[in-house]
């Protein structure tokens, strides 16, 4: 037998974490890394959070699941801080991001199926997206390496560039329910949508009584220095999927809906056995607990504010590698001049410093919100050695 344990789908690669300390990451052989990946946008408040370590532990010792047939106190908690927060009226709690965006894809079907419009099921996604990797999300996206050995795909839905919103606007027809976008891509490259493309969205939405929902799985919680990204736009979407930071590491999603747009989410229609139980409510209550306030989120664009312009200040100097930086707040990329894998690949292991590779082009900067200077300026001391000491030609 050939095949490994883990079964195969991962290019793991060499570092083997065991332990986490605040933006570090200690190896098995004990090497430290500076986290600037974060589980990819999860661990908002880095790796040894007093708070939510103790969250967990104290409701762990209590009681840890039950089932969603009883009810709730903890759910109910959690769902009105979320209520309170947002523009939603109501939330759906998961345990991933792919279920949250089902969720929403759910959602926007049943919104117009539950009044006897059956043939509004097609929902507008924009190209290279990611939306996660069940069937119904890989549908979501345009991306043929996701889709390749797993037809037949999901019918009802159509893709269009991303920020197009002629194209949008071109694609609707009699069976359009709605639009799902993200409003900052993520594994697309940390491309914003401009403010003209998610109003327009918005007005669509408004004048053809379609639904618009977000995937703020990556960029929502805090992660944009609002509490959602959405906020910065001015808008009112009608359904938001989160997860990630939302649970600070721990497994939580959720599905966020006004009351008209939730109005086919009705009894018996959609359900999850371990989604919203009393543990994960905990994990997402002492993420809230320390991100969902005015003081955190202006430290967060703060310090977005200083790594992108020490960012674009770094970059000046290697105009041959890197050719700009893009995102908002703590969800900063560098757009390079080549594939960004190369260079990830030599920062992780000569100089210890983790980022993420996405889409475009794009190196992806996702440090912990919880970043002190110590830990902003090791960064800017790894990068540039790493920059001074990296030729294309011998990293891969
Ligand atoms: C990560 C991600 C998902 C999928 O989340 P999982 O928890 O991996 O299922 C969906 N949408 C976006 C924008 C993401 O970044």
Do not use: W
Not at 73 to 99: C, H, I, M, Y
């Amino acid at each position: 037998m050939s095949i490994t344990p883990l079964m195969p789908v991962y290019p793991r690669c060499g570092v083997r974490p065991v332990e986490g300390d605040h933006c570090h990451l200690i190896d098995e052989d004990g090497t430290r890394y500076l986290d600037f990946a974060s589980g990819i946008a999860v661990n908002l408040l880095g790796h040894s959070h007093e708070g939510l370590i103790g969250a967990i532990q104290r409701q762990a010792a209590k009681l840890m699941h039950v089932s969603n047939l009883y009810g709730s106190p903890q759910g109910e908690e959690l769902a009105q801080r979320l209520v309170d927060k947002t523009f939603a009226d109501t939330v759906f709690f998961t345990n991933s991001g792919a279920e949250a965006v089902e969720c929403a894809i759910k959602t926007v079907r049943a919104y117009h199926q539950h009044v006897g419009n059956d043939d509004k099921y097609e929902i507008i996604t924009f190209k290279n997206a990611f939306h996660g990797r069940t069937m119904a999300t890989i549908s979501a996206s345009n991306q043929e390496k996701m889709h390749k050995g797993f037809y037949p795909m999901l019918a009802g839905f159509k893709y269009v560039d991303f920020d197009d919103l002629e194209g949008a606007k071109a694609a609707m027809g009699p069976n359009t329910a709605g639009f799902l976008v993200e409003p900052v891509q993520g594994e697309g490259g940390i491309r914003p949508a401009s403010q003209e493309f998610m109003q327009g969205l918005r007005d669509l939405c408004d004048e053809h009584d379609l639904l618009l929902a977000l995937d703020e799985v990556q960029c929502g919680v805090a992660r944009t220095g609002t509490f959602y990204a959405y906020e910065q736009y001015g808008i009112v979407p009608d359904v938001v999927a989160t997860a990630k930071g939302i649970g600070g590491g721990f497994p939580l999603g959720a599905c966020l809906a006004t009351e008209k747009a939730a109005r086919g989410m009705v009894i018996g229609t959609h359900g999850s056995t371990y989604g919203g139980n009393p543990l994960a409510m905990a994990a997402g209550m002492a993420v809230m607990d320390a991100v969902a306030n005015d003081e955190f989120l202006a430290e967060v664009r703060a310090k977005g504010e200083r790594l992108r312009t020490r960012l674009e200040q770094f970059i000046g100097n290697y105009p041959e590698l890197f050719e700009g930086v893009r995102g908002m707040g703590l969800m900063l990329g560098i757009k390079m001049k080549a594939e960004p894998r190369p260079f990830m690949v030599h920062l992780r292991d000569n100089h210890q410093l983790l980022t993420v590779a996405a889409g475009d082009q794009t190196l992806r900067v996702l440090p912990p919100l919880v970043i002190d200077d110590a830990e902003m300026d090791e960064f800017f001391e790894k990068l540039s050695a790493g920059a001074a000491s990296y030729t294309p030609e011998d990293a891969s």
